[in-house]
């Protein structure tokens, strides 16, 4: 039986073994967007995994979701980021970039105009923004012109993510932001060619994905994904066909991966493992649920056919985890509170498990 400790391969990327550092959002950019030698530190602790996915990076100002998130549109932003990089590649890790463009999950205090979206439509609940948390602001629909430009984003910081070292990206299609927007039911109520039928809906994700593999080769280009997830009030109208026909896109694009999210029934989840010929990435709890991931749980999907398992929040606090996970060790909780309070406590200050003398 596949281990989680057996090599896989993506590209030209040899992965170690199969625990992948999910995504996760910290907040510890510096203003304009830029990566901090702390983000080089806490990337580099955690370089034992397989690969490591970064926290979201925004593709454009207009894309930025939370404040204090960076990005990858300015030269000054790439230059940030390659010290992290090459941190992470000192050490013997992967890293890939997740590129999130918010949509309408966002605020002008936040970047100094109005979201955009598929739609006007807002999002359910309150958004980030300098000045706490507020009701999710009514978005601006963008005109049927405007749609390739913001497809088009992620290619243009899927270009920059490569000139600053990271070994490849992740499109962000999951959890309510711009891509998972298009897709939806009901956050996206256009009449053009991007929104009513199920090959209109999955086009902004097919043109995203497409463009980023133009500009960076599909063994570099990932996308998470998660099929009737409702975050963000997001809901969807025919998850089956709709992960179908999209993943039936994705397999003619050849991408490197797709990640899933476990935000359906399980049923559903394995019929599109099989509908997926490619690596396929899975996470097997819903993201911020009550339940982390364990190794029992990422055997358990090994098991029914995923190549490699993420883990979010059980990286937080140990940066050692392969090691944990391999001998058996305990794993250490974690703070909520230092999520996104900014500063180094509760995201450098975790230490690699401590053997008695």
């Not at 939370?66 to 000192?90: F, I, R």
């Not at 049927?144 to 430009?149: G, I, L, M, R, Y």
Request: glycine share 12%.
């Amino acid at each position: 039986m596949t281990s989680l400790f057996h090599p896989h391969q993506i590209g030209s990327l040899t992965l170690p073994n199969r625990v992948v550092m999910a995504p996760m959002t910290r907040v510890r950019a510096a203003e304009g967007g830029l990566a901090t030698p702390s983000m080089a530190t806490y990337y580099a602790q955690r370089a034992t995994a397989g690969l490591i996915v970064s926290e979201g990076v925004q593709p454009s100002l207009v894309g930025q979701s939370n404040p204090g998130t960076p990005g990858l549109y300015t030269d000054e932003q790439v230059a940030s980021w390659k010290p992290v990089t090459g941190a992470v590649h000192a050490n013997g890790g992967r890293i890939f970039a997740q590129i999130m463009h918010g949509g309408r999950v966002s605020h002008h205090e936040t970047t100094g105009t109005q979201p955009v979206g598929p739609s006007a439509v807002p999002a359910v609940g309150n958004v980030f923004t300098p000045t706490g948390p507020q009701p999710a602001p009514m978005p601006r629909a963008l005109e049927t012109a405007e749609v390739p430009e913001h497809a088009g984003s992620y290619a243009g910081a899927a270009r920059r993510a490569v000139d600053a070292g990271f070994d490849g990206v992740e499109l962000h299609g999951a959890n309510g932001y711009m891509i998972s927007q298009f897709l939806s039911s009901n956050a996206n109520l256009r009449t053009d060619s991007y929104g009513g039928s199920v090959a209109n809906r999955i086009r902004f994700a097919v043109e995203a994905t497409a463009a980023t593999v133009d500009a960076v080769g599909a063994e570099r280009t990932g996308i998470r994904l998660s099929p009737g997830g409702g975050f963000w009030g997001v809901e969807e109208r025919d998850v089956r066909e709709l992960y179908t026909a999209l993943l039936a896109e994705l397999s003619r694009l050849g991408v490197a991966y797709v990640h899933l999210e476990a935000t359906t029934d399980e049923e559903l989840l394995l019929e599109l493992r099989r509908a997926w010929s490619g690596t396929l990435i899975m996470n097997p709890t819903v993201p911020m649920g009550p339940k982390q991931v364990d190794k029992a749980g990422a055997d358990r999907w090994l098991g029914l056919g995923a190549d490699l398992v993420s883990f979010g929040r059980a990286f937080i606090a140990n940066p050692d985890l392969v090691e944990r996970l391999r001998s058996g060790l305990p794993i250490a909780p974690v703070d909520e509170t230092t999520y996104y309070q900014g500063g180094d406590r509760g995201y450098l200050t975790y230490p690699a498990y401590q053997h008695a003398a």
